[in-house]
Every structure is written in structure tokens, then in C-alpha cells.
């Protein structure tokens, strides 16, 4: 448990340190910092090596098994195997190409990692506009330690969250190919194709409330509505759960979607002080009462909660702009304070109550000494 509170810490401070030796850029309006190079750079570095050096933790070794026997060792083979049609081709090409280089699964590991949680820093760093925060929350409400999970879907989800401006910029024809990339990886990003064409509306205009009553709709309706998207559902990634999906059980707790709600409720209740103040602001309300929605699903079965890996990272940003643009200097402040100490409760409850064991983190130095 010490590894996460440590992680947890210094990339934090690392961060605040950046901010505090950031340049004042003045843009659309307002004055943003401009972080530190040096010191975002060593907080997401902490964040990389731990995940990247990892041996444990959810699914790794499974991962660290299908390198060993499912991957291609050449690239011939990786080739042959993206144009075979098997599921998750790119995912098994992608696994190919470096095992072509080097064979051992660690390395597999550290650079997923590190494309993934960079991806994610980069767009933080550019958007967020507090960065430091947005770590913080990064790890706290779980999205870090999930990125050790549910390996495939979260480099999906860190590639389409790196290119969500495409869509304000309506360059459908570099994001729909990214998506379509992204769904070799893992088939269940062909849903922001959809979402290309609805996210960028008019935040709490007539497309938030559309998706919001069809989300509580299909929560109420969940013994009608179960089967329907169990069908819906059939021919995906999700599709061995489809006659488990009718029933309820084995969900997200009510907690976690108190958390989630958070920042729907705050920037809907800020919506007059928000609206206008950042470009991507339709896209990150949009997508962040999606994420609401399927975490409140979640609460019947536990599967709808790997949608969230998509959507949760978007949350992270609508709370710095809530913090940042809803209060004045002093409440600001006010605010900033109460969301370190809340969803730092929040994590300890998640590690130490939820999971039970406090997801140890496993053989960390043995995976230092592991030859790269």
C-alpha cells in the first residue's frame, strides 16, 4: 500500500511545483498557466515507472501470459495476423511488433504504460488547466489503478481521449479512422462513432437531457430493458455476459456514483458561469453524464462499469473547471481544499474498505531488477 501513497504524493507536489513555475498565458479571455515542463515531466515519469513496472496488479498477468504464448513473435506474422479477421487484431499486431524486438512481457507491459498514461497526462496538461488537481483526481477516483486492469480497453480509451478535440474541429476524417484503429484494440470504441455526432451538442441543452432521461429510463426499466441491451451487446467484447445482464447483482456500489454525480451536479448548478468559458466544454459535460449513466447501470451489473474507463477521464477535467470558474478567488480556494480531502477519503475507502485488501502492489522490486 505504501507504493500507491507515495505515487500518489510526490506526483502530486511534483505537479504543484510545475504550477508554481508556470508562465501566465493569456487565452480565450482568461489568464491559464502553462505548467513546467521539467516538473510535469518527472510527475508523469513517477507515474509511468509504476505502472510500467508492475508484475501484479488485476489482469497483468494474464497479459504477461498471452505475450508469452498467443502473441507473434515476427513481424510477418503480426502482419498475417492483422488481416486474419481475429478479434482485436491491432491489439495482437500491436503485441507482435514488440515481441518481434524483444520477447519479454515486462517490456510489453512498461510500454503500454507508457503510451497510455502519457496520452492521458498530454491532454490534461493542455486542458485541465489544473494540472496538479486533475493528477490528483487521476488516481484518487481510480482511473489510475484501472489503467492496470482493463489493459486493452484503457489504451483504447487514452488514444480517443488524446484526439476528443477532432471532434469540435469536425475532422471527421482523421477521428473516425482513429476510432475504427482503436477498435482493433478493442471492438467497443466503435461506439464513439455514435457519440462523434451527439457529444459536441449544447451542454444542458436538449441532446444532455436526451441522454440523461434515457439513462435513468433505462435504470428504472432495468428487468425491460436488460434483455434489450444484452442483445444490443450480443456480438461484442461484453457478449459472453448477455444472459447475466437481465438479472442484478455483483454491481458498482451507490458510493461511486455519488462521486461521479458530483461534477454533473456542480456544473450543472455553475452552467451560467461555464458555458462559454472553454472550447471542448459541450464535449466534456456530454461525455461525463454519459459516464454517469454507466456507472448508475452499473450498480445492476458490473460489466457496464468498463464503459467507464472511456468516460471517467473526462470527469477529471469538468471538476478543475468547475473548481477553477464557478467561485470566486476565496471559494475557489475553499473548493480546491475540499476536493483533496474528499476524494482523498474517497480513496482511502476505495483501497483499504472496497477492495478489501488495499490492491497491494506485487513484486515491485522484483520488477525493478527485471532486465529491459
Not at 56 to 79: E, L, M, R, V
Not at 176 to 198: E, N, R
Not at 247 to 265: C, F, K
Request: hydrophobic share 50%; net charge positive; aromatic share 18%.
Amino acid at each position: 500500500m505504501t507504493v500507491w501513497w507515495i505515487t500518489l504524493a510526490s506526483s502530486y507536489l511534483l505537479c504543484l511545483v510545475a504550477g508554481m513555475n508556470a508562465k501566465t498565458v493569456y487565452s480565450n479571455g482568461y489568464y491559464t498557466k502553462k505548467y513546467n515542463k521539467f516538473f510535469s515531466f518527472m510527475s508523469v515519469a513517477i507515474l509511468v515507472l509504476v505502472a510500467g513496472l508492475r508484475s501484479g496488479i488485476g489482469d497483468t498477468p494474464t497479459y504477461i501470459q498471452g505475450y508469452k504464448t498467443d502473441a507473434p513473435s515476427t513481424i510477418a506474422g503480426s502482419i498475417k495476423l492483422l488481416f486474419s479477421g481475429k478479434k482485436d487484431a491491432g491489439f495482437y499486431f500491436y503485441q507482435g511488433i514488440l515481441k518481434s524486438i524483444v520477447n519479454n512481457p515486462n517490456v510489453f507491459i512498461f510500454v503500454t504504460s507508457l503510451i497510455t498514461i502519457v496520452l492521458i497526462f498530454i491532454t490534461y496538461y493542455k486542458y485541465s488547466q489544473l494540472l496538479e488537481l486533475s493528477v490528483f483526481l487521476f488516481i484518487t477516483t481510480g482511473c489510475y489503478l484501472v489503467t492496470m486492469n482493463g489493459i486493452r480497453q484503457y489504451l483504447a480509451s487514452a488514444i480517443l481521449f488524446f484526439c476528443f478535440p477532432l471532434i469540435h474541429e469536425r475532422k471527421w476524417y482523421i477521428y473516425i479512422p482513429v476510432v475504427l484503429i482503436c477498435s482493433t484494440i478493442h471492438k467497443s470504441a466503435l461506439v464513439f462513432i455514435i457519440l462523434y455526432f451527439i457529444v459536441d451538442q449544447p451542454a444542458w441543452g436538449h441532446t444532455t437531457k436526451w441522454i440523461l432521461f434515457i439513462g435513468i429510463a433505462l435504470f428504472v426499466t432495468y428487468p425491460v430493458s436488460g434483455p434489450m441491451i444484452a442483445k444490443l451487446l450480443g456480438e461484442t467484447q461484453y457478449g459472453e455476459y448477455k444472459n447475466v445482464l437481465v438479472s442484478t447483482g455483483a454491481g458498482a456500489n451507490m458510493i461511486r456514483v455519488l462521486v461521479m454525480a458530483v461534477p454533473i451536479v456542480l456544473s450543472y448548478l455553475g452552467r451560467d458561469f461555464l458555458k462559454g468559458r472553454e472550447r471542448y466544454y459541450n464535449i466534456i459535460v456530454n461525455f461525463s453524464v454519459i459516464n454517469l449513466i454507466f456507472i448508475l447501470l452499473a450498480t445492476k451489473f458490473w460489466i457496464y462499469a468498463r464503459f467507464n474507463m472511456y468516460f471517467s477521464v473526462y470527469m477529471i477535467i469538468l471538476i478543475t473547471w468547475c473548481v477553477r470558474y464557478m467561485f470566486d478567488e476565496r471559494n475557489t480556494k475553499i473548493m480546491y481544499l475540499m476536493c483533496l480531502g474528499l476524494y482523498f477519503v474517497y480513496y482511502y475507502y476505495e483501497m483499504h474498505i472496497s477492495l478489501g485488501f488495499g490492491a497491494g502492489y506485487h513484486h515491485f522490486i522484483q520488477a525493478v531488477g527485471i532486465g529491459l
